[in-house]
């Protein structure tokens, strides 16, 4: 096991590096950058507001001067940003090496690839913070979505999936499976909105806060009140993600059962005496769970980063799927590689974390004897 889990820790290297690649090749070619943006700032062009143009520290002040003031004067002529007429082409040049565009991409690509293996992301482009500090600030959000929505939904599903199998056909399976495809058919930011309207001050009851992870007198509760504070404010987003995720679940965990049921070793089992619930949990589960196991790593990584993206702005949750957005639509390539990196590296370990816990539920697995 030893062998398998270094092999598969080396293959990590190759798969990060290609995925860094291709998304950098892809960011060559994208239309804008931090240098147009700038720009467009300066030309009073941006519409957006959540970068800063002037400052000290990690915003686009320091060593370039004040973008908002001196940058402007000579002609840039045939500039090939948009917009950088009426704009000093050395300041300019001093932009590019601000935000490091005045280096080849190959010499940028090797040199990012290398602070990232040192764990070294530095600062975003148009925060004055740290990459990490500013991932860190924003990991409690994704933490509390993702964690509790997997948590959630596996508990609930994984349960009611053996009902379904074991009561396949009867009345109890036809209506669960009518409410789960009618579950699983209503888009979880419009089920996030009918909750709003319907119980956080809509048009009807005002019983949830519309927005926030906790209220703004956290500190001064008792752990018990803290506690309580901090499931009042999750309910709501919590409910309108788990829907989507809690069907699908079911429906697996039913399926697999069943195809583990009708197998020659259940009737083998049966044939030999064992009561139903020791065939179901002594053999057919450890069988059947495998495939179950085997989506765990999709609907965590999915949940935690990508699928709160809505339901974090819905609710007014500043997560990590916000912040990833934002990233994007403000050209804040240095958030945006950075948290790719960690989020595509904390995938591979989960992938991998996944691949042993087959041993654990099947030790007849063994992945010493295959190839990776």
Do not use: C
């Not at 960690?342 to 041993?359: E, Q």
């Amino acid at each position: 096991m030893g062998a398998y889990i270094l092999r598969r820790l080396l293959l990590m290297i190759p798969t990060l590096v290609g995925i860094m690649a291709i998304n950098f090749v892809i960011i060559q070619f994208a239309p804008g950058g931090p240098v147009e943006r700038v720009i467009a700032q300066l030309s009073g062009n941006d519409v957006s507001a959540t970068a800063r143009v002037s400052g000290g520290g990690g915003d686009l002040g320091g060593d370039t001067g004040d973008v908002s003031g001196g940058g402007l004067g000579a002609d840039a002529g045939s500039s090939k940003y948009r917009g950088a007429q009426g704009l000093d082409p050395e300041f300019i040049k001093e932009l590019e090496a601000q935000f490091g565009f005045d280096k080849p991409p190959l010499e940028r690509f090797l040199t990012m690839l290398w602070d990232y293996a040192r764990f070294d992301f530095g600062e975003s482009y148009f925060r004055d913070i740290r990459i990490l500090d500013l991932i860190a600030e924003k990991l409690p959000v994704s933490i509390s979505l993702g964690l509790w929505m997997t948590l959630i939904s596996y508990a609930v599903s994984i349960p009611l999936g053996i009902r379904k199998a074991v009561s396949d056909g009867s009345r109890f399976d036809v209506w669960t499976s009518g409410v789960i495809v009618v579950a699983y058919a209503i888009p979880g930011f419009l089920f996030a909105v009918l909750l709003i309207v319907l119980f956080a001050g809509g048009s009807f009851w005002d019983i949830f806060p519309l927005r926030g992870l906790v209220s703004e007198n956290w500190e001064t509760l008792s752990w018990p009140e803290r506690i309580l504070d901090y499931f009042w404010h999750l309910a709501l987003p919590l409910t309108a993600m788990v829907l989507s995720a809690f069907a699908t679940t079911t429906l697996l965990t039913k399926n697999s059962f069943l195809d583990e049921i009708r197998k020659q070793y259940v009737i083998t089992a049966r044939s030999k005496g064992l009561t139903e619930s020791q065939v179901l949990y002594g053999h057919v589960f450890r069988n059947a769970m495998l495939i179950v196991v085997a989506g765990f790593p999709g609907a965590f990584i999915s949940s935690f980063f990508a699928g709160s993206l809505l339901i974090e702005t819905i609710f007014s949750l500043d997560g990590l799927g916000l912040l990833g957005f934002e990233s994007v639509i403000n050209r804040d390539y240095a958030v945006v590689f950075a948290t790719l990196y960690i989020f595509s590296l904390m995938g591979l370990l989960v992938n991998l974390i996944s691949d042993l816990t087959y041993t654990w539920i099947d030790p007849r697995i063994d992945f010493e004897t295959r190839e990776v």
